[in-house]
C-alpha cells in the first residue's frame, strides 16, 4: 500500500533530521567544551595507613565535586586521578610516576612519612607541584621549591601542648607518653624541649610500640610521678585505649593530645575516661567556626559523618589549589612556578582557616615558616565532650 | 624522686599483671594454632585473623545488634567458629599436592581476604567495643587490676582446663590426640582423619575468637591487626614447645611479659625487635622451647 | 618493570624453598640489605652507586652464612618463624639506626645510575639492565638445578635425613642455597633502589617477604619460569582497578586463593604442562594418527 510507505518515508527523514542535528549539537559542543583539568591524588587507601589517606581523599573528592558545580575553574572542569599506593612507598614512586606522566597540573598527597620522601623525590625531579602531608621531619633533600607542607612540622603541636599546659593549667610538673613511631619519637623530644623552655619540669617521659595491647606500666610509672598534666602523643587508635587504661590506673591529671590522635573516633575509644580531655588540633566537625560550617554540612549530607580534621586538610588541599589555578590563564603541568608564587604570596581563605605560605627556603626546605599551610597561631584547642571535639573554654597563646 | 627500688618492686608486680594478662590472649592464640598444626602439621597463617574476627564479629553483636554480652559473646563465636570450618572445607581441604607448607600458603591467602573484607565491611576506623562489666578496677595494695583484666585471666583458665577435659575425657578430644601422634594407627581404629582436621580448624577458629572478644574491649579492633597477631602466636607456641598445650600457655605468658618488660625498659622502636631476639635466642639455644619438645634437627 | 625486579628475588626464594625445601621468610631482609648498599655507599660515602651491587651481594651472602649455619639445621615451622624473626629484627634495626639507614624513612634522593654513558634514569634503558640481570641470574638457576646439585636439592628436599645417610652434604648444601637466594635477593634489591632512587625499611618488611612466598607458590614451587610468572601476579593483580582499591583487595586475596587451591603445581606448572604436551603431540604424531585412524 502506498500510504503506509510513505508514513514510514516521512518518519525515517523525521529520524534522520533528528540524528543529524543531534549529532551537530554534540560536534559543536565538544569543540566548544574545554578540556578538564587533571589534578592527581596519591594516597594510602589500603593498608595500614588507610585511615589517614582514605578521609583525606573524601575531602578533596567532595571539594572536587563541588567546584565542578559551580562551573569548574574558569569554565574547566576538575579530573581527579586517584591512585592506592596501599601503604608502600614503592607504589608511592610508580604512582606518582604515572601521574605525572598522565599530565597532572599538580600531585595531592601523599600524606604520611615514609611515603612522602620518595613521592617528592619524583615530583621534584619532574619539577610539579605538590602538595604533602607530612608533620615529622622527612630527609630534607627530597623537598623542592614546588613542595607545599601541610600540616605543620611538628614542632608546632608539642609547642602548643606545652603552652595550654603552662597558660591555662599552671602546670609545674608535666609528663608525656609517645608512641614509638617517627611522629611519635619526633614530638615526644619537642615536647620535652619545650616544657622546659616554658619552665616547666619534665618528671616523666613514656614510650609505648603502636602494636601494644596493655599500657599499664607505662601509666604506673606516670603516676607515680605525679604531673600536673600528661601529653598523650601516642599516634592513632592506641591514644584513646591508652586513656582509658590512664583513667583505671588512677592517672587523674589533666590529658593534652594533638594532631596525631586528633581524631573524635580515637578519642570516643577511651569512652568517659576521654572526658575533659584536650587536644591541639585545627578543626571540629561537631563544633565548626561559623567559615567552617557550610563545609561540615555539605560532608554530613555526602558521606553521613562529622567530618574530621583529615577530611578538611583534604577539603581544603583541593580548595587552596582551585584557588591558584583560578588565577592562571591556562594551567598545565608546567604552571608549578606559578602556582606557587601565587601560594606564596597571598592569604587564602580556605574551609578551615586562612593560609599563609612562606617564601621557600633552600637552606632548611622544611622550615616551618615557609611553605607550610598551618602556623603556630592556626592550633585550636578542643575539649572531648560525649566523645567530640568542642572549642575549648580557654585559648592560650604563648 | 623516688628511690629507684622502690619504683621498680611496685612496677615489677604490675608488670608482671600486665605480662599475664596479655599473655594470656596470646596464650590462646598459641593454643588454637597448636591445635591446627598438630591436627594437620599446617602453619596457621590466619590464626591472628580469626582474633580479628572474633573482635568483629563481637562488635557487630554488641554494638550494631544492641545484643547483651552472653548472646554477643555466643554470636561471635559461633559465626567465627563456623568460618574456620568453610576455611578448612572450601580452602585447605581441596588443595591437594602441596604438602604442609603448601596448604599454609592458602592461609595466607585467607590472612589477606580477611584483612581486605574486614576493611571493606566495617571501614578503617577503629571501632570500641564495651568492657563486658563496667566499674572500678581492684586494687592489690599498689597494683591496679581492671575488670576486663580479671575476665580475661579468668576465662583462659576455664578455657585451658576444659580443653584439658576434653583431650583426656572426651571421645573426640581422645580421638584427635591419637590421629595427631599417630594418624596411621588412627585410621585403623576407625577415627577420621580427615574429620579430626575440621575440628581442630573449628576448636582453633573458637579459641581466636574468644581471644579477639576478650581483648576488644581493651584495645578496639581494626582491619589490619590480624598478622601481628598470627606472628604473636606462633612465637608463643614455639617459646613454650610447639605441639604442647601447656607449652602454649606458657609460651603466652612468657611473651607477654617479655613485651611488658621491653615496655618498661626500652624507650625507643628496638621495644618490638625484643621478642623476636629473644626467639631467635630461643632457636639457637634450645628450639624444644620452654617445656623441651622435641625438635628434629638436620 | 617491576615484575623484573621482584622475579629476581623471587627465582632465589624459589630455589631455596621449591628446589630445596627450606621455607624463609627473610628474602625481603635480604633484598633491603641490596637496596642500602648502593644508598649508604653513595649518599654517605660519595662513592659510585655500582659499588652498591657487589658490595650489597657480599654482605648478603655474609650475613646468610652467618646466620643461616645454625638456623637451616630447623626444619618447617621453626624455620618460618626463625626468618620471620630475622626479618623484623633486620627491619627494626634498619629503622633505628637513623645516622647510618636514614631512619624510619630510609634514605632518599639516591644517585641514579649510569652505563657507559647511558643514562638509566631513563626507564626503558634501565628496563633493558634489569632485564639482563635478571636472565643472567636465570641461567645460573637454570644451570644450578639441571646440574647434580640438582638431584641433591631434590633428595633435600623429599627426605633430609635420607639424603645425608646416601651422602649429600647436606647442612653444607642447605647453606650454600640459603646464600645463594640471599645474594639473588641482594640483587633485586639493588636495583629497586636504583630504579626508585630510594631505600628505606619499610619497603623490606616481613610483609614483602610474605609477598615472596605467594610469589612463589602462584609460580609454581619447582618452576623457574613459574618465578617470573608469581611476580608477574603478585605485583600486577593488586593494581588492576586503581578505581575501586578495597575491591582490589578482595579481587587479589579471592584470585590467589582460587590459584593455590585448585592450581597446586601453580601457573608456572600449568604452562609447563601445557607445554609438555605440546612437544608430546609434535615428537609422536605418527601414533596419534594411528590412533585416530584405528577409531
Known amino acids: 500500500m502506498k500510504r503506509p510507505r510513505r508514513v514510514m518515508l516521512i518518519a525515517g527523514a523525521l529520524v534522520a533530521i533528528a540524528l543529524l542535528t543531534t549529532l551537530a549539537t554534540m560536534a559543536t559542543a565538544s569543540s566548544t567544551a574545554k578540556p578538564p583539568i587533571k589534578v592527581g591524588v596519591e594516597m594510602p587507601n589500603t593498608g595500614p595507613l588507610a585511615v589517614i589517606g582514605i578521609n583525606e581523599k573524601n575531602g578533596i573528592v567532595l571539594a572536587a565535586r563541588q567546584i565542578n558545580a559551580k562551573g569548574g575553574i574558569n569554565g574547566r572542569k576538575i579530573a581527579l586521578e586517584i591512585l592506592d599506593d596501599q601503604s608502600s612507598p ?309 | 624522686m623516688t628511690p629507684i627500688l622502690a619504683v621498680s618492686t611496685v612496677t615489677l608486680e604490675q608488670l608482671a599483671v600486665s605480662g599475664l594478662v596479655i599473655g594470656c590472649i596470646y596464650a590462646l592464640a598459641g593454643l588454637g594454632f597448636n591445635a591446627i598444626f598438630n591436627a594437620t602439621g599446617i602453619i596457621n597463617f590466619a590464626q591472628g585473623d580469626f582474633l580479628v574476627l572474633g573482635g568483629f564479629f563481637f562488635y557487630a553483636g554488641s554494638a550494631t545488634f544492641h545484643l547483651p554480652l552472653i548472646p554477643a559473646v555466643l554470636f561471635s563465636l559461633v559465626i567465627v567458629s563456623a568460618i574456620g570450618a568453610f576455611v578448612q572445607l572450601a580452602i585447605v581441604r581441596p588443595g591437594r599436592g602441596s604438602g604442609h607448607i603448601g596448604r599454609g600458603a592458602s592461609l595466607i591467602g585467607v590472612s589477606l581476604l580477611v584483612t581486605a573484607v574486614t576493611a571493606d565491611v566495617w571501614g578503617v576506623n577503629p571501632l570500641p567495643v564495651r568492657e563486658f562489666t563496667p ?130 625498659y626500652i624507650t625507643s622502636g628496638y621495644q618490638q625487635a625484643v621478642p623476636m631476639a629473644v626467639l631467635i635466642l630461643v632457636f639457637l639455644l634450645r628450639p624444644g622451647g620452654i617445656l623441651g619438645t622435641s625438635v628434629s634437627r638436620v | 618493570m617491576l615484575i623484573v625486579i621482584n622475579a629476581c628475588v623471587t627465582l632465589g626464594l624459589t630455589l631455596l624453598f621449591g628446589f630445596a625445601g627450606q621455607i624463609s621468610l627473610a628474602q625481603a631482609a635480604f633484598m633491603g640489605v641490596g637496596a642500602f648498599a648502593p644508598a649508604i655507599l653513595a649518599i654517605k660515602h660519595g662513592l659510585s652507586p655500582w659499588w652498591g651491587l657487589p658490595v650489597g651481594i657480599v654482605i648478603a651472602t655474609v650475613v646468610a652464612v652467618l646466620i643461616g649455619a645454625p638456623v637451616l639445621r630447623l626444619e618447617g615451622l621453626y624455620l618460618a618463624m626463625a626468618t620471620t624473626a630475622l626479618n623484623i629484627v633486620m627491619v627494626v634495626v634498619a629503622e633505628q639506626l637513623t645516622a647510618i639507614t636514614g631512619g624510619p624513612f630510609g634514605l632518599a634522593g639516591l644517585h641514579p645510575l649510569s652505563l657507559f654513558g647511558w643514562d638509566l634514569l631513563n626507564v626503558s634503558h634501565f628496563y633493558y639492565v634489569v ?146 604436551r605440546v612437544r608430546a603431540s609434535f615428537a609422536e604424531p605418527s601414533s596419534t594418527a594411528e590412533r585416530s585412524a584405528g577409531g
Open chain 1, 90 to 398: 614503592t607504589n608511592a614512586v610508580t604512582n606518582t610516576t604515572k601521574l605525572i606522566a598522565d599530565g597532572s597540573v599538580a600531585i595531592l598527597g601523599p600524606n604520611a612519612g615514609p611515603l612522602v620522601a620518595p613521592s617528592s623525590a619524583v615530583a621534584v625531579r619532574n619539577n610539579v607541584l605538590q602538595f604533602v602531608g607530612s608533620a615529622s621531619d622527612v630527609t630534607g633533600t627530597t623537598a623542592g621549591p614546588l613542595t607545599f607542607f601541610w600540616p605543620p612540622h611538628l614542632g608546632i603541636w608539642s609547642r602548643a601542648m606545652a603552652c595550654y599546659m603552662k597558660a591555662t593549667l599552671h602546670a609545674k610538673t608535666v609528663a608525656g607518653i609517645n608512641s614509638t613511631d617517627p611522629a611519635g619519637l619526633q614530638t615526644g623530644k619537642q615536647f620535652k624541649t619545650w616544657a622546659e623552655k616554658f619552665g616547666m619540669q619534665v618528671v616523666d617521659s613514656e614510650a609505648v610500640d603502636l602494636t601494644a595491647t596493655d599500657t599499664s606500666v607505662q601509666w604506673t610509672k606516670i603516676r607515680q610521678a605525679h604531673p600536673d598534666a600528661v601529653a598523650n602523643m601516642i599516634t592513632g587508635a592506641l591514644a584513646g585505649t591508652a586513656t582509658k587504661t590512664a583513667r583505671t590506673l588512677g592517672v587523674d591529671a589533666p590529658m593534652i593530645g594533638y594532631q596525631a590522635n586528633a581524631q573524635p573516633a580515637v578519642w570516643k575509644l577511651g569512652g568517659t575516661a576521654s572526658e575533659g580531655a584536650v587536644i591541639s588540633t585545627t578543626f571540629s566537625g561537631t563544633d565548626p567556626t561559623a567559615g567552617q560550617k557550610t563545609f561540615a554540612r555539605t560532608f554530613l549530607k555526602n558521606y553521613g559523618t562529622t567530618p574530621d580534621t583529615y577530611n578538611a586538610f583534604g577539603y581544603d588541599w583541593m580548595n587552596v589549589l582551585a584557588y591558584a589555578l583560578k588565577r592562571i590563564p591556562n594551567p598545565t603541568a608546567k604552571s608549578g612556578p606559578a602556582i606557587a608564587k601565587i601560594l606564596e604570596s597571598k592569604k587564602i581563605v580556605g574551609a578551615m582557616q586562612t593560609y599563609r605560605f612562606g617564601k621557600y627556603s633552600s637552606v632548611n626546605p622544611q622550615n616551618s615558616a615557609t611553605h607550610t599551610a598551618v602556623g603556630k597561631n592556626d592550633v585550636v584547642f578542643m575539649t572531648v565532650k560525649d566523645g567530640e571535639f568542642y572549642h575549648s573554654a580557654k585559648q592560650p597563646t604563648c
Open chain 2, 135 to 264: 566499674g572500678k578496677p581492684y586494687f592489690l595494695g599498689e597494683v591496679v587490676i581492671t575488670r576486663q583484666q580479671v575476665w580475661i585471666v579468668g576465662v583462659t583458665l576455664v578455657v585451658v582446663i576444659a580443653l584439658q577435659l576434653f583431650f583426656q575425657r572426651t571421645t573426640a578430644g581422645i580421638a584427635m590426640r591419637a590421629a595427631s601422634l599417630n594418624p596411621d594407627a588412627a585410621r585403623g581404629v576407625g577415627v577420621s582423619v580427615q574429620r579430626m582436621a575440621l575440628f581442630a580448624f573449628i576448636l582453633a577458629a573458637a579459641l581466636g575468637s574468644i581471644g579477639g572478644i576478650l581483648i576488644t574491649p581493651l584495645t578496639s579492633v581494626s582491619y589490619n591487626t590480624g598478622f601481628a597477631l598470627t606472628i604473636k602466636g606462633f612465637t608463643a607456641a614455639i617459646l613454650g614447645g610447639l605441639g604442647s598445650m601447656y607449652g602454649a600457655v606458657v609460651g603466652g605468658v612468657t611473651l607477654g611479659l617479655i613485651e611488658s618488660l621491653s615496655a618498661a
Open chain 3, 131 to 276: 632485564l639482563f640481570a635478571f636472565l643472567l641470574l636465570y641461567l645460573l638457576a637454570h644451570r644450578l638445578v639441571h646440574s647434580p646439585i640438582g638431584g641433591m636439592l631434590a633428595a633435600l628436599r623429599h627426605d633430609p635425613r635420607a639424603a645425608a645417610l646416601a651422602g649429600v652434604p647436606v647442612p653444607v648444601l642447605k647453606v650454600k642455597v640459603f646464600a645463594i637466594s640471599a645474594a639473588f635477593s641482594a640483587v633485586g634489591g639493588f636495583f629497586l633502589a636504583e630504579y626508585l632512587l630510594l631505600a628505606s625499611p619499610e619497603q623490606y618488611s616481613i610483609v614483602q617477604s610474605l609477598y615472596f612466598l605467594l610469589m612463589v607458590v602462584v609460580g609454581g614451587t619447582r618452576s623457574l619460569p613459574g618465578a617470573v610468572i608469581g611476580a608477574a601476579f603478585v605485583t600486577v593483580v593488586p593494581q588492576l582497578l586503581p578505581d575501586l582499591p578495597r575491591e582490589q583487595q578482595i579481587l587479589f586475596a579471592a584470585s590467589y586463593l582460587v590459584i593455590v587451591v585448585f592450581v597446586p603445581d601453580g601457573l608456572g606448572g600449568v604452562i609447563s604442562s601445557i607445554w609438555k
